[in-house]
Each structure stands twice: as structure tokens, then as C-alpha cells.
């Protein structure tokens, strides 16, 4: 069974809203100017211009520099704003998967034809109005994201996980991920959409519709897991 327990890194959601300009709002600019004026070189560090290599301070000092300069921009309003929406999106994205998960891990279990061992990631949330959606490796995801369509943070959570359970090392393994999740989830939990009516990753939906009709044969084959199932079209030549 797969679940996930959400955080918020403070210093983490800091950093990521920063480096998204000022989408999350225009007053952001004040904490670019605040950072600009105290340390020039630190801001650069921050922001992860390639000049700070040719700055005075070696990586070491500016780091030590910015960590000061972070600890005080987590007291500032523009920043403490930006953390009480990510609180509440926190608290709304723990009641969609709890009131789901259930549901979803049985869904999971049935495309897939495995017990999902007992597995918690831990999610580090970020804006929800900023697109973020990464696995970092050892159970720990990074998450937050407009609902783009029902459910859409759920099925990606799952896609992210499923990097883990399906242990994703090449191109294919990652569509196969997409028609799980991105697809056959989407719409058992919707109950509505098509295969493929959705933006994803262009250059995975090519292979995915080559593996489609076996997809789809694999589905009702009920001697067949996943694990089999990416052994067969393996073997398979996709263009
Ligand atoms: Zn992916």
C-alpha cells in the first residue's frame, strides 16, 4: 500500500518560490531587492547564477552568507504569506488522499496484479500556484501544482511513486508509468476521459500508443503483473 505524508520545508519553499521570479506574487520583487541590497554575491548564489563562480567569496563563504540571509527572510510578511497558502494547501491535499487513498491503492493494485508493499513517501510541498512535481530518490517526493483536472495532484503523486515501485531506470518503464497512472488511474478515478487526452510528456506518447494494443491485451490477461509485462515489451522494438 502506498501512502504519503505531507510536509513543509520551510528553507526548501523559500528557495523554490524564490527562483520562480515572482509568479507567486509581485511582492516578491521587495524580497529580491531586500536579498540584492544586502549581498550582491549572495543573491546570485541564491538564484543560482552561473557568476557567482567568478565572485570574491569562495562557494563555501557565500553559502554561509546566504543561510543568515535565508533565516531572516522566513520572519518576513511576503514570506509568511506564501507559507500560510501552502499551509492550507497542505491541508487540503491531505484530505483529498486520505479521503482516496483507499480507493486508489486498490485501483493500483488491480492494473498492476502485485502487492504494493507497505511504502510512505514523504511529500515536500511547495506553492500550489508554482508546477513542481519531482522524485528526489529514498521515498522522498517534491510536490505542488494547479489542479489542472480532477484529481490531477493525486495522479501525479502516484506517477512519482510509481518511479520508485517500478524501479524507472529508462524511457520505457516511464511511459508504462503514464499509462498507469496518468491514464488508466485518471480515469477509473474521474470515471471520465480517454486514453491520451491529456498533455504529458511528447516525447514518452509516442512510445505509449506503440505499446498501447499490448497494454491493453495486458489488462484483462490476468496471469500477467506489471514486472512480466515490461520483461515482454522489452523485447519489443519501438521506434
Ligand atoms: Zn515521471
Known amino acids: 500500500m502506498i501512502d504519503f505524508k505531507f510536509t513543509i520545508n520551510q528553507r526548501y519553499l523559500f528557495l523554490h518560490t524564490f527562483r520562480h521570479k515572482l509568479k507567486v506574487s509581485p511582492k516578491w520583487v521587495r524580497l529580491h531587492n531586500k536579498i540584492w541590497e544586502i549581498d550582491k554575491d549572495a543573491y546570485d548564489f541564491l538564484i543560482g547564477r552561473p557568476e557567482v563562480m567568478i565572485s570574491n567569496y569562495s562557494l563555501k563563504q557565500l553559502s554561509i552568507k546566504a543561510d543568515k540571509i535565508v533565516t531572516d527572510i522566513l520572519h518576513t510578511k ?28 486498490s485501483i493500483l493494485k488491480r492494473i498492476l ?18 508546477t513542481n512535481g519531482c522524485y528526489l530518490d529514498d521515498y522522498r517526493i517534491c510536490w505542488g501544482h494547479q489542479e489542472n483536472w480532477k484529481n490531477y495532484s493525486l495522479v501525479y503523486l502516484v506517477h512519482e511513486a510509481l518511479h520508485e ?35 504529458g510528456h511528447t516525447e ?3 512510445i505509449e500508443k506503440q505499446i ?28
Open 212 to 239: 498501447y494494443p499490448y497494454w491493453k491485451k495486458y489488462l484483462k490477461d490476468e496471469k500477467m503483473n506489471i514486472f512480466d509485462f515490461l520483461k515482454e515489451i522489452k523485447k519489443i522494438k519501438f521506434v
Open 204 to 206: 514518452l506518447k509516442n
Open 113 to 130: 496484479k502485485i502487492d504494493i508493499p507497505k511504502t510512505k513517501f514523504k511529500v515536500f510541498l511547495t506553492h500550489p500556484q508554482l
Open 165 to 199: 515501485i517500478l524501479k524507472d531506470h529508462d524511457k520505457l518503464v516511464h511511459a508504462v508509468i503514464e499509462l498507469v497512472a496518468d491514464n488508466q488511474l485518471r480515469i477509473e478515478l474521474s470515471k471520465k476521459g480517454k486514453y491520451f487526452d491529456i498533455a
Open 78 to 105: 511576503e514570506f509568511k504569506k506564501t507559507y500560510q497558502e501552502t499551509k492550507l494547501y497542505k491541508k487540503w491535499i491531505s484530505k483529498q488522499w486520505n479521503y482516496n487513498k483507499i480507493k486508489i491503492n
